[in-house]
């Protein structure tokens, strides 16, 4: 707002700044209406088995269908989610619908939802979702796999070493994500949970550029070996990428070259067909 004195203009504000905290006030409202009206959908991408180009996996990936502006990505809604706490109620709808779709495919495929840092400040419901989420749709909980960042762990509270404890006790699978973007630790591997951990895109990006890349995810595809973790390999665009990880051990992984984040009935048609080789990936579609 120009505020007048004497005269003078003062600008208290830029026009950018205050059109820009008119556009966040906007979101946070918008953000609460579409979850009453059901706006947010999931697309959900494959994760492989490299050698044999099974699907071991489907990651639940967020989208806001927007009325005006069309699909959104998790980075254009997520953080104001957090900051309004919605993110609690989004992610309650997220892990029935991501076990309901976990009905529609082979018993040998599982679900994973990512988790938001802030649904662990409720434990009591975030445990009450999940809880919820397996007895309404029946899924076996080992098919539930929970995918956690390394913010979360950062502070190392009692009550979050509690609340992956009780997550894990119930059968779920937990997934450290991101592996190596933050202060990735090692003793987070040793201290909570987690039976898979998956490598950060910036190191499949990073391959051919930075040695120290490669001799990182040798080094951890040992030691989750070792320790019987899983290791999935994100963001893998060319077929170079995908030689070079499977040469350094990891044995799944994750990206465009293989799938996109589909939306449902994409995915389903995708893993439903050829009905004697299910799930194979089709490179062609
Ligand atoms: P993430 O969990 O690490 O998910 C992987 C992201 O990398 C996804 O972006 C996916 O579309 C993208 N990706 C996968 N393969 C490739 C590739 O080969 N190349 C490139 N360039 N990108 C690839 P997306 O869907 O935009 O999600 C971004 C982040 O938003 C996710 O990172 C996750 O942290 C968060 N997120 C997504 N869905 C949810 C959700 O339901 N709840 C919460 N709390 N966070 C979510
Ligand atoms: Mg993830
Ligand atoms: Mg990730
Ligand atoms: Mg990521």
Same mark, same amino acid.
């Given at each position: 707002?120009?505020?007048?004195?004497?005269?003078?203009?003062?600008?208290?504000?830029?026009? %950018?700044? +205050?059109?820009? &905290?008119? *556009?966040? =006030?906007?979101?946070?409202?918008?953000?609460? !209406? /579409?979850?009453? #009206?059901?706006?947010?959908?999931?697309?959900?991408?494959?994760?492989?088995?490299?050698?044999?180009?099974?699907?071991?996996?489907?990651?639940?990936?967020?989208?806001?269908?927007?009325?005006?502006?069309?699909?959104?990505?998790?980075?254009?809604?997520?953080?104001?989610?957090?900051?309004?706490?919605?993110?609690?109620?989004?992610?309650?709808?997220?892990?029935?619908?991501?076990?309901?779709?976990?009905?529609?495919?082979?018993?040998?495929?599982?679900?994973?939802?990512?988790?938001?840092?802030?649904?662990?400040? %409720?434990? +009591?419901?975030? &445990?009450? *979702?999940? =809880?919820?989420?397996?007895?309404?749709?029946? !899924? /076996?909980?080992? #098919?539930?796999?929970?995918?956690?960042?390394?913010?979360?762990?950062?502070?190392?509270?009692?009550?979050?070493?509690?609340?992956?404890?009780?997550?894990?006790?119930?059968?779920?699978?937990?997934?450290?994500?991101?592996?190596?973007?933050?202060?990735?630790?090692?003793?987070?591997?040793?201290?909570?949970?987690?039976?898979?951990?998956?490598?950060?895109?910036?190191?499949?990006?990073?391959?051919?550029?930075?040695?120290?890349?490669?001799?990182?995810?040798?080094?951890?595809?040992?030691?989750?070996?070792?320790?019987?973790? +899983?290791?999935?390999?994100?963001?893998?665009?060319?077929?170079?990428?995908?030689?070079?990880?499977?040469?350094?051990?990891?044995?799944?992984?994750?990206?465009?070259?293989?799938?996109?984040?589909?939306?449902?009935?994409?995915?389903?048609?995708?893993?439903?067909?050829?009905?004697?080789?299910?799930?194979?990936?089709?490179?062609?579609?």
């Amino acid at each position: 707002e120009a505020k007048r004195a004497g005269g003078r203009t003062y600008r208290i504000f830029a026009p %950018q700044m +205050e059109s820009d &905290i008119h *556009a966040q =006030r906007t979101l946070r409202n918008e953000v609460q !209406l /579409a979850v009453d #009206r059901h706006e947010f959908v999931l697309h959900y991408q494959p994760i492989y088995e490299l050698a044999s180009k099974k699907v071991v996996a489907v990651e639940a990936l967020l989208r806001w269908n927007h009325p005006t502006r069309g699909l959104l990505p998790p980075g254009a809604f997520i953080p104001v989610s957090e900051e309004t706490m919605a993110i609690v109620e989004i992610g309650e709808q997220i892990l029935e619908a991501a076990c309901q779709i976990a009905l529609k495919l082979p018993d040998d495929i599982a679900v994973a939802v990512n988790l938001s840092p802030v649904q662990f400040n %409720q434990p +009591e419901l975030l &445990i009450g *979702a999940v =809880r919820s989420a397996l007895q309404r749709t029946g !899924l /076996a909980a080992r #098919r539930l796999h929970l995918e956690i960042t390394e913010t979360l762990l950062l502070a190392n509270t009692p009550s979050t070493h509690k609340t992956l404890d009780i997550l894990a006790g119930m059968g779920t699978k937990l997934v450290l994500d991101d592996f190596g973007t933050g202060y990735s630790s090692l003793s987070y591997i040793q201290d909570f949970p987690f039976s898979t951990i998956k490598i950060d895109k910036k190191f499949t990006d990073s391959l051919y550029v930075n040695t120290a890349s490669s001799a990182i995810i040798k080094a951890i595809t040992q030691i989750a070996k070792d320790l019987s973790l +899983e290791i999935v390999v994100e963001g893998i665009e060319t077929a170079e990428q995908e030689s070079f990880v499977r040469m350094l051990g990891p044995t799944q992984g994750q990206g465009y070259l293989f799938s996109r984040p589909l939306p449902e009935a994409e995915l389903l048609l995708k893993l439903s067909k050829p009905a004697s080789d299910a799930r194979r990936m089709s490179l062609a579609s």
